[in-house]
């Protein structure tokens, strides 16, 4: 999830990461520590609830880094639950 927009986490965050406002500031600024970037896993982990989630951010990690010209690419991801999973 690490490739994932920081727009389309604030538009598929439930309710109380939408709310918090340090969260959101976690996720579009670079430089960050490591207990930081922990901190922005449990944002994702909170938000990637659903094989939708899961589909767009995968699209769009792959439209963005077509568009930078990257001809090979690897994404990896932790197997976890999803809500609408069979």
């Known amino acids: 999830h690490g490739c994932a927009r920081p727009a389309t986490v604030v538009d598929l965050a439930p309710e109380d990461i ?17 207990s930081e970037c922990f901190a922005i896993f449990d944002v994702l982990h909170r938000t990637v609830t659903s094989q939708a989630a899961v589909c767009r951010i995968t699209r769009e990690a792959l439209e963005d880094f077509a568009a930078d010209g990257v001809r090979y690419l690897e994404l990896r991801t932790t197997p976890r639950p999803l809500s609408d999973a069979d």
């Open 18 to 34: 939408r709310l918090s406002g340090a969260n959101i500031e976690l996720l579009e600024r670079g430089g960050r520590s490591l």
